[in-house]
C-alpha cells in the first residue's frame, strides 16, 4: 500500500533506506533521535527489527507508542482494530519518514 | 446519573432550544466601550469578528494544571476574554517552577498556584470571571468540576489525570485540547471535538486520548518534569498553541453539538492532527522542528468513546476504572531479595569503616545529574546506556566488561561487588537484575547490590549538602 505521499523531508535517493524518527523516551532508549533502516520493510516487522537492535524496547517504549508513517497515523498490525487487514498490508518504501510517538505526560 | 449511551436526538432537541436561543439573545448584545476597545486587534482578525468575540466572552473554560503548560494557555485565554475560566491545580508555587511557568512570581512562593495565576491574569484582563478550584482533580470531582465548563485544556503531569479528563470529557462532551511536554519535546492535540456523544459511530468523529494511547506506558519509563527536566520555551510553545487552539474551537462555535444551529458543520469532519514539537539541545546548529501528524479518527473499539464501552461517570467516581492502577502508579515493590540490597546508610557506614573490599560503584543517572555531585569513586553508566550494552552483550556484540563503562577499571577481581546507585532506588533496581541476567555475578562469587532509594536516600541519610537534582 502506498497511497501516503513520500515524504518530503527524506531525500535519500534510492539508496532502499527509510528514515525512523525517535521521539521523547524513543529517542532515550535508542540513544539517537533517528537514523536510517533498509527498506522495503513492510509495517508489520516494524517493531521487532527495532526490538532485535534495541533489546526491550518494545515493553518499554513500542507497545504505547504511536506510529506514523509520512505523518499520517498508522495502525500497527497487532491488536483487534477493525482496521487490522490494511494495516498488515503497509509496506515502508525506500524514502518513507517513519516515527515512533510515545505519550509525553509532563507540563 | 448518566445512560451509557446517551440518545442524540434529545440531546439535540435541548441543545436547539436552550442553547441556541440563549446564543441569540447573547449575540444582540453589544460591547462595552473598555470591550470594544481590548479585544479590537483580534476582532478585526479574518474569522473572528463580533461573533468570535462575543462567543468567547459567554463560553467558560476550564485549565487543569496551572503550571508550564497552564500559565501560558492561561495568559491567552485570558487576554482574548474568555468569559469564565476556571483553573485546577492544588500545588503551592516553588522556587524550581520559576523557569517556566510564567503566571507566578518570586514574591508568590509558597502561595495555591491556582490564586498566584489568577492574580497574574486579572493584571492582564481584569474582565473575565476567574473560578479558582484549589485541590487536585481526581475520579471524585472531576465530573462535577467539567461539567461547569464548556471547553477543557489539559495541562496536568501525569498519565493518570490524562486519562481520566479525557474519559469525563467523553461522557460529558467536552472538547479537550490536551498538551504535554518533557524535556526537549511537546505534543499538542485536539481531542472529542467536535463533542460527539459515546458510542456513536455513524461516520468519522474525532478521537479521545484513549483513541490516539491506548495503554500507558511503565510506570517507571514516564518521566515528569521534576526527574527528566523541561526547557521552559518548549513547554511555553505548548501552552501557547493550546490557548490559539481553545480560543479557535470557541470563536469558531466548534464547542457546540453538531445540532445547534450556531455551530460550525463544515469543519466537523476535519482530521484532527498530533501538533510534534522537538529540538535538539546537542547541537547548537541542530534545527528544532514542527510535525503536523495526521491522526485516525475515533476507534470502534475505543475503552471510554468506542461501541461497546462501559465507561460511565457513575463508575469513575466508584473507582472504575481504577487510574493509579491502570498507570502502575502503585506499582513500587521490589522483587529483589534483601540480601541484595543495602541502604545508603550502611554502604557508607561499611565503606568508613574499611569494610568493603575493592568495589566498583555503579551510578545510574543521567550524567548532566551526575555532574553536580556524586559519591566519591562512582562511575556514571547512565541507565539507557547499560540497557543499550547489555542488548548487545546478549547479541554477542559486547563483552560484560563494556557494561561498567570506562576502560581503568579493568580488569575486575571476580569476586569485586558491584553496587548500583540511581536517583531515587528504582532504575538500580533494573539494573541489578540486568547485570546478574548476564552472568555478571559469576556463579554466586560476586555480589550485586542495589543501594535502596538512590541518591535521594544517600542526601537524607548520609551527606545532607550533597547536591540532589
Known sequence: MTSHPPAAAAQSGSSGKFTILYFASAGSYTGKQMETLPAPLPLSKLFATLEARYEGIGAAVLDHSLVTVNLTYVEMPSGNDESEDAAAAVIIQDGDEVAIIPPVSSG | ?469
Open chain 2, 1 to 469: 446519573m448518566q445512560d451509557k449511551k446517551p440518545d442524540i436526538n434529545g440531546l439535540a432537541s435541548s441543545a436547539r432550544n436552550g442553547v441556541a436561543m440563549d446564543n441569540r439573545i447573547r449575540s444582540s448584545r453589544s460591547f462595552t466601550d473598555e470591550e470594544f476597545e481590548r479585544y479590537s486587534r483580534q476582532m478585526i482578525v479574518p474569522g473572528m469578528g463580533k461573533e468570535g468575540q462575543l462567543r468567547l466572552i459567554n463560553s467558560r473554560l476550564l485549565i487543569v494544571g496551572a503550571g508550564g503548560l497552564g500559565c501560558p494557555a492561561a495568559q491567552y485565554i485570558a487576554g482574548a476574554g474568555v468569559g469564565t475560566i476556571g483553573i485546577v491545580d492544588g500545588d503551592v508555587v516553588e522556587l524550581s517552577n520559576l523557569h517556566r511557568q510564567v503566571g507566578h512570581a518570586t514574591s508568590r512562593i509558597g502561595m495555591k498556584k491556582v490564586d498566584s495565576l489568577i492574580t497574574h491574569l486579572r493584571g492582564l484582563n481584569p474582565l473575565p470571571t476567574y473560578v479558582p478550584h484549589d485541590s487536585h482533580i481526581d475520579p471524585q470531582n472531576a465530573a462535577d468540576i467539567i461539567s461547569q465548563y464548556d471547553v477543557v485544556v489539559d495541562c496536568t503531569d501525569n498519565p493518570a489525570t490524562r486519562y481520566l479528563i479525557s474519559d469525563v470529557c467523553v461522557l460529558l462532551c467536552k472538547p479537550l485540547v490536551s498538551a504535554a511536554s518533557v524535556q526537549k519535546s511537546g505534543q499538542l492535540i485536539v481531542l472529542n471535538c467536535p463533542p460527539t456523544p459515546q458510542g456513536l459511530l455513524d461516520r468519522k468523529y474525532a478521537p479521545c486520548y484513549r483513541c490516539c494511547f491506548k495503554k500507558p506506558p511503565p510506570a517507571g519509563a514516564m518521566l515528569s518534569c521534576g526527574e527528566a527536566g523541561i526547557m521552559g520555551p518548549v513547554v511555553g510553545m505548548m501552552g501557547v498553541a493550546q490557548a490559539g487552539e481553545a480560543i479557535k474551537i470557541i470563536a469558531s462555535a466548534l464547542h457546540l453539538p453538531p445540532s445547534d444551529p450556531d455551530s460550525a458543520p463544515e469543519r466537523n469532519l476535519q482530521q484532527p492532527t498530533l501538533l510534534l514539537c522537538s529540538y535538539d539541545l546537542e547541537s547548537a546548529v541542530g534545527p528544532y522542528t514542527f510535525r503536523a501528524l495526521k491522526m485516525a479518527s475515533r476507534k470502534k473499539t475505543c475503552f471510554a468513546c468506542g461501541e461497546n464501552s462501559t465507561l460511565t461517570l457513575d463508575g469513575i467516581k466508584a473507582g472504575n476504572p481504577n487510574y493509579e492502577q491502570f498507570c502502575g502508579l502503585a506499582a513500587t515493590h521490589s522483587n529483589l531479595p534483601p540480601e541484595e540490597r543495602i541502604t545508603a546508610a550502611a554502604y557508607h557506614a561499611a565503606r568508613s569503616r574499611g569494610e568493603l573490599p575493592e568495589h566498583v560503584l555503579l551510578d545510574t543517572r543521567e550524567k548532566e545529574h551526575f555532574s553536580f555531585g556524586k559519591i566519591d569513586g562512582a562511575v556514571n553508566v547512565p541507565f539507557g546506556k547499560l540497557l543499550m550494552t547489555a542488548a548487545a552483550v546478549k547479541r554477542g556484540g559486547a563483552s560484560t566488561d563494556q557494561i561498567l563503562g570506562s576502560a581503568e577499571l579493568q580488569p575486575l577481581p571476580e569476586d569485586a561487588p558491584i553496587f548500583v546507585v540511581c536517583r531515587r532506588g528504582l532504575d538500580s533496581q533494573e539494573a541489578v537484575e540486568k547485570l546478574k541476567e548476564l552472568g555478571m555475578g559469576n556463579g554466586g562469587k560476586r555480589k550485586i547490590m542495589d543501594i535502596v532509594g538512590g541518591m535521594k536516600a544517600w542526601k537524607e541519610e548520609v551527606d545532607h549538602s550533597f547536591p540532589f537534582i
